[in-house]
């Protein structure tokens, strides 16, 4: 069975400091997808970023940045400078390859808030 | 370019009674998925469609049912409500076919059965 682990629930940092979230995946698939979302308090979720399970380079997106670790399992998240904008509930997901449709496995979530 | 809408964006029911939830994908999407999130479980995946067909399902009852339009558009129902389907229901649309695309989610639609 697919799994998503989010071990943190909620982090709390002071505007300007690094913060990195952890996300574990459990699957037996040989290929998959990665996702990270953000949720505001809107309540639409906002998509991030996909990653493969061939490709397993890191990315950099302005402060955002992103760690996948084949070995470990982790595709973990870092924001760079943390900003109060940044204040979300920020979600990790897995997507088989092998499946029709469009399915995600979300994690519990990390309930990210920065003061200023 | 119109994101996802999702109405009505707040209901109140009583149980026994069921709802209908509508879902307007971005123009040119053809896959629309519905999550259903709670504070408890989580996000969780409910159904798929793509072209008017379900593709794939959760793990949900029966009493949990959707459809796709011509147009795209979606509906989900969910029959004899129960206190625990109180939730917010995500639905979230898609240009692709496969699971390699993004989704772009609507705002949801925040049910409260009392």
């Known amino acids: 069975a697919q799994k998503v682990t989010q071990a943190q629930t909620e982090i709390s940092v002071v505007e300007k400091e690094d913060v990195t979230l952890d996300c574990v995946y459990e699957t037996r698939d040989t290929t998959y997808y990665l996702f990270w979302y953000k949720q505001p308090p809107s309540g639409e979720l906002v998509f991030l970023i996909r990653r493969n399970s061939f490709d397993e380079q890191n990315e950099i997106s302005g402060r955002y940045s992103w760690n996948f670790q084949k070995s470990t399992s982790s595709f973990n998240f870092t924001i760079t400078a943390s900003q109060v904008v940044d204040s979300a509930v920020y979600f990790c997901?897995?997507?088989?390859?092998?499946?029709?449709?469009?399915?995600?496995?979300f994690g519990k979530g990390t309930t990210l808030s920065v003061s200023s | 370019k119109a994101g996802v809408t999702q109405t009505p964006r707040y209901l109140i029911k009583t149980r026994g009674q069921q709802v209908t939830l509508s879902c307007s994908p971005i123009s040119g999407h053809r896959s629309v998925s519905w999550y259903q999130q709670t504070p408890g479980q989580g996000l969780q995946f409910l159904f798929e469609y793509f072209s008017e067909t379900q593709r794939n399902k959760g793990n949900f009852p029966g009493r949990f049912s959707g459809r796709q339009f011509s147009n795209s558009r979606s509906e989900m129902n969910v029959s004899t409500l129960e206190l625990g389907d109180s939730a917010l229901y995500l639905c979230?649309?898609?240009?692709?076919?496969?699971?390699?695309?993004?989704?772009?989610f609507g705002e949801g639609s925040r049910l409260t059965v009392l």
């Open positions: 997901a897995l997507s088989l390859a092998n499946q029709a449709g469009t399915a995600l496995i």
């Open positions: 979230a649309s898609s240009s692709r076919a496969t699971n390699t695309g993004e989704l772009f």
